[in-house]
Nanobody, 122 residues
Framework: QVQLVESGGGLVQPGGSLRLSCAAS????????MAWYRQNPGKQREFVAD???????NYADSVKGRFTISRDNPKNTVYLEMNGLKPEDTAVYYC????????????????WGQGTQVTVSS
């Protein structure tokens, strides 16, 4: 069993900041990429940022320069530092991870957290 648990969402004014966390737990041998996605009702889930186990990062154009993804490998945790928040950043944010559960097991990329709501409004 593997669980991803997000925290850190909330209500913030435009221009404000939030820091999201996502901790993976359970039977885990190794974690490859970890990522953040977001979704609004009636819309497709969209990519926000990802980070490899070695620390290489990618960002959606809409968040470049404002959001920073990082991870703590010993803690199996990924973070998303969000600055300069805009109303259009409002969404449920989901954590995703590519996990190998045993030495010879396959990597699965379909592990998701339950989501955390971020609302940017004055």
């Amino acid at each position: 069993q593997v669980q991803l648990v997000e925290s850190g969402g909330g209500l913030v004014q435009p221009g404000g900041s939030l820091r999201l966390s996502c901790a993976a737990s359970g039977t885990i041998f190794s974690i490859n990429a970890m990522a953040w996605y977001r979704q609004n009702p009636g819309k497709q889930r969209e990519f926000v940022a990802d980070i490899t186990s070695g620390g290489s990062t990618n960002y959606a154009d809409s968040v470049k320069g404002r959001f920073t993804i990082s991870r703590d490998n010993p803690k199996n945790t990924v973070y998303l530092e969000m600055n300069g928040l805009k109303p259009e950043d409002t969404a449920v944010y989901y954590c995703n991870a590519a996990i190998r559960r045993s030495l010879y097991g396959a990597v699965r990329s379909d592990y998701w957290g339950q989501g955390t709501q971020v609302t940017v409004s004055s």
